[in-house]
C-alpha cells in the first residue's frame, strides 16, 4: 500500500536538545496527522493539521502542514526522557474525501533520548 | 472514559488455530478501524466501519482474514487458519465523523507458532 516517505528513521539525542523530523509524499493531501507511540500500547494523536501553511502548537511540540500540501514536520523542542518513543505521521490524500476515512501513514521514528 | 478496549493483549497459538480478536470502541463514535503493527510494513490498514457498515476492505490479506461489527460497540476480527505470517500487533482504533483523529486501543500482540 502506499507510504508517507518519513524521515529520518531513527534519532538519538541528549536531553535538552531540539528534535525535528518530516514526512513529504508526491500526492497532495488535506489532512496531517502526528501520532506517538510509546512501547507497547497504540498511536496517541499529538497534533491535526488542517490548512495548508497551517503551524500548529502544542506544548514543546510544533508541527507545520506544508504549503504545498505534500509535506509536514514535527519539531520538538528541549526533549526530556519521556519524549522516547516512535513517531508518526499520516495523512488523507485530497482526493477521495468524504466517506473516505484511509489514512496513509509513514513508517515512524524511532527517538532515543539520552538523559 | 476507557477509550477502546482490545482483548486478549497477548494471544499465543499454534498454526492452523482460529484466532478471534475483540475490539470495544468509544460510546458515541461512529467509525471503527482495524490496523496490523509489523516491523517491515509498519501500520497497515485491514478494513474500516462506518455506522457498522464495511467501507474499505482492500487491506484484508486473504480469505483467512474476516472482520465483523455486529453492533456499534462491538467488533471482531477472525483469521481461521492463522499461520506464523500472521504474526504481529493488531490496532483497533475509533473515530467520529468529522475528526481525523483515530483514537487507538493498546492493541493485540499475536504470536502464531
Known amino acids: 500500500g502506499q507510504q508517507l516517505n518519513q524521515s529520518p528513521q531513527s534519532m538519538f539525542i541528549q536531553e535538552g536538545e531540539d528534535v525535528s523530523m518530516n514526512c513529504t509524499s508526491s500526492?497532495?493531501?488535506?489532512?496531517w496527522l502526528w501520532y506517538k507511540q510509546d512501547p507497547g500500547e497504540g498511536p496517541v494523536l499529538l497534533i491535526a493539521?488542517?490548512?495548508a501553511g497551517e503551524l500548529t502548537s502544542n506544548g514543546r511540540l510544533t508541527a507545520q502542514f506544508g504549503i504545498t500540501r505534500k509535506d509536514s514536520f514535527l519539531n520538538i523542542s528541549a526533549s526530556i526522557p519521556s519524549d522516547v518513543g516512535i513517531y508518526f505521521c499520516?495523512?488523507?490524500?485530497?482526493?477521495?474525501?468524504?466517506?473516505?476515512?484511509?489514512?496513509?501513514w509513514g513508517l515512524g521514528t524511532s527517538l532515543a533520548v539520552n538523559p | 472514559d476507557a477509550g477502546v478496549i482490545q482483548s486478549p493483549r497477548h494471544e499465543v497459538t499454534e498454526m492452523g488455530q482460529e484466532v478471534t480478536l475483540r475490539c470495544k470502541p468509544i460510546s458515541g463514535h461512529n467509525s471503527l478501524f482495524w490496523y496490523r503493527q509489523t516491523m517491515m510494513r509498519g501500520l497497515e490498514l485491514l478494513i474500516y466501519f462506518n455506522n457498522n457498515v464495511p467501507i474499505d476492505d482492500s487491506g484484508m490479506p486473504e480469505d483467512r482474514f474476516s472482520a465483523k461489527m455486529p453492533n456499534a460497540s462491538f467488533s471482531t476480527l477472525k483469521i481461521q487458519p492463522s499461520e506464523p505470517r500472521d504474526s504481529a500487533v493488531y490496532f483497533c482504533?475509533?473515530?467520529?465523523?468529522?475528526?481525523?483523529?483515530?483514537?487507538f486501543g493498546s492493541g493485540t500482540r499475536l504470536t502464531v507458532v
Open positions: 499520516a495523512g488523507q490524500l485530497m482526493r477521495g474525501a468524504g466517506n473516505n476515512r484511509k489514512l496513509i
Open positions: 500526492s497532495i493531501f488535506n489532512t
Open positions: 493539521l488542517y490548512k
Open positions: 482504533a475509533s473515530s467520529s465523523t468529522g475528526l481525523w483523529g483515530y483514537t
